[in-house]
């Protein structure tokens, strides 16, 4: 039966979803020079359109349609045939199935967007588009259907994921380490400095995408209920102790706190309790964010000293925090506080932590080869990377013909 208050409190979530793509439109724009600002925003804010008509088509159907061999949703619900206002009974009963779809387009919309941070200031906008719209189609539909689909054979075999740990930001996380290496670094790159032209955007965007990670986080417990305000708790918590521990590690390494620092680690704790919010203690959460602190801000740190170009630390931020938080279920994890959970490893289940470390090993294996390999073919086919000439110019005259700043 329908809730008022559930149907709600999930449509007010999809909102909050919704806005954390500009969000992270601005969050990345204020990294970037000046002469990328607009060629930024536009790769994360083009999302919101061409993956919701993905969703709507074919991508709603293969993530969460009815069951085949638990690989991927079939077509039933092609162009959202049969999706109504009614209630599902599969998903969630006391909302209507509408209001689950379009919850979940808002996450399907995100997660392309998160990786064009690991390639800015040098990847072409057409090629973008087309690698975002197949990425979606192979990459993220096949594995929403493993982990959170009914009949998905991750979820069958006992992986859990709350809110996207795996399915968003190890998947993206995965697939920016793909384009980085194969589209090569910035041209300078080791060579000159590239400062972040506007930090107070970036601590703008990283405030949206904190509010709006009440919505990703507490709305997929998709019900207004108990373990909503675990998992916003544990949201809000995490996000506080990554932003303190990686602030701290930062003065402590580098001698100066800073404001890019301080979001960073902000959005570490974000990501890394992901998975997790809705199965854990406040404590465990307070840890899940100080573990992200220190070890996202490792992870960033050595993509300098390896030589590989993430520009914005979509690797080490999302792709490390979704391995992290994956893992950390897996220890933290109690039934105490989420009785349709599992028990994790401090809870007696070493188990659990197993099939934890199972999935991250194979949504991180999947993601990243079929993304290495379509990043291939499209470049072999149309070329990834702007000209040199261009990338000097920046992305906002040569790709679009404006700029952000008169």
Not at 201 to 226: H, I, K, P, Y
Not at 364 to 388: H, N, P, Q
Request: proline share 3%; glycine share 14%.
């Amino acid at each position: 039966m329908i809730q008022a208050g559930d149907t709600a409190f999930i449509l007010a979530s999809a909102g909050l979803v919704l806005l954390m793509t500009p969000g992270l439109a601005l969050f990345y724009a204020g990294m970037v020079r000046s002469k990328n600002v607009l060629g930024t925003i536009m790769q994360s804010l083009i999302m919101i359109s061409i993956i919701s008509i993905e969703w709507v088509i074919i991508g709603y159907t293969m993530a969460f349609g009815p069951d085949v061999s638990g690989i991927v949703g079939d077509l039933s619900w092609f162009g959202l045939n049969g999706v109504s206002s009614a209630p599902s009974s599969d998903y969630a009963s006391t909302i209507p199935h509408n209001v689950f779809m379009i919850y979940q387009c808002m996450f399907a919309v995100i997660t392309p967007a998160l990786i064009t941070g690991a390639f800015a200031e040098r990847m072409r906008f057409g090629p973008l588009i087309l690698f975002s719209l197949i990425w979606t189609i192979v990459v993220y539909n096949p594995v929403c259907h493993w982990i959170w689909g009914v009949g998905g054979w991750l979820g069958n075999r006992g992986v859990l994921d709350f809110a996207g740990g795996l399915v968003v930001h190890l998947t993206s996380g995965a697939a920016a380490l793909a384009a980085v290496l194969v589209l090569g670094p910035r041209k300078g790159f080791g060579r000159q400095s590239f400062i972040p032209h506007n930090l107070p955007m970036t601590v703008l965007g990283t405030g949206l995408l904190w509010f709006g990670w009440f919505g990703f986080n507490g709305g997929s417990a998709l019900a207004a209920n108990g373990i909503a305000a675990t998992a916003f708790v544990s949201t809000h918590l995490a996000g506080m102790a990554g932003m303190a521990m990686w602030t701290l590690v930062e003065w402590l390494h580098r001698k100066k706190p800073t404001t890019l620092g301080s979001v960073s680690g902000a959005i570490a704790g974000l990501a890394t309790v992901t998975p997790a919010a809705g199965f854990i203690s406040p404590i465990s959460a307070i840890i899940i964010g100080l573990l992200a602190g220190i070890i996202c801000y490792t992870a960033v740190n050595l993509k300098n000293i390896i030589g590989l170009d993430d520009s914005l630390d979509v690797v080490g931020i999302h792709g490390i925090g979704g391995v992290v938080g994956t893992i950390c279920l897996g220890i933290f994890a109690s039934r105490a506080v989420n009785p349709g959970g599992s028990d994790g490893l401090l809870a007696g289940n070493a188990s659990f932590l197993g099939t934890q470390i199972f999935g991250v090993l194979v949504v991180g294996t999947y993601a990243f080869i079929i993304s290495w390999i379509l990043l291939k073919i499209i470049d072999m086919l149309f070329g990834l990377r702007v000209s040199e000439e261009n990338e000097v110019t920046g992305l906002d005259l040569s790709e679009h013909s404006e700029t952000a700043y008169n």
